[in-house]
């Protein structure tokens, strides 16, 4: 059964950090390029950033380039999201999601919702200002 267990989440002040994991179980971690989407109040699902299979390839949206940082620990089947600078607009509910295809080359860019066969149940980010 693959499942993806997000952790990380919690309140910080503007300007702060937080860093997200995704503890990854039940697929071949190292052969899907994996995805960071969120979600804020009262919005539709914002992609975030993916990475590729090897790590060796990062994509970030526009919002959250120069302070997001994605990764991952293919021995760990873990997917990292490093978040600096934090703001406001930041507040949302972030989930790890698997992509059906190889980025950017199998799937749109970003990722449409179609695109992701499955998704971590979120981990809760919420920025004061």
């Known amino acids: 059964e693959v499942q993806l267990v997000e952790s ?5 002040q503007d300007g702060g950090s937080l860093r997200l994991s995704c503890a990854a179980s039940g697929f071949i971690f190292n052969n899907y390029d994996m995805s960071w989407v969120r979600q804020a109040p009262g919005k539709g699902p914002e ?3 993916s990475v590729d299979i090897h790590g060796g390839s990062t994509y970030y949206a526009d919002s959250v380039k120069g302070r997001f940082t994605i990764s991952r620990d293919n021995a760990k089947n873990t997917l ?7 703001e ?3 507040t949302a509910l972030y989930y790890c999601a698997r992509l059906r295809g190889r ?3 199998q799937t749109h860019f970003p990722p449409v919702l179609n695109e992701y066969d499955y ?3 979120g981990t ?6």
């Open 8 to 12: 990380g989440g919690g309140m910080v």
């Open 119 to 121: 998704w971590g149940q």
């Open 47 to 49: 992609w975030v950033s």
């Open 80 to 86: 990292n999201l490093q978040m600096n600078s934090l």
């Open 88 to 90: 406001s607009e930041d």
């Open 124 to 129: 809760q980010v919420t920025v004061s200002s």
């Open 103 to 105: 980025f950017g080359i």
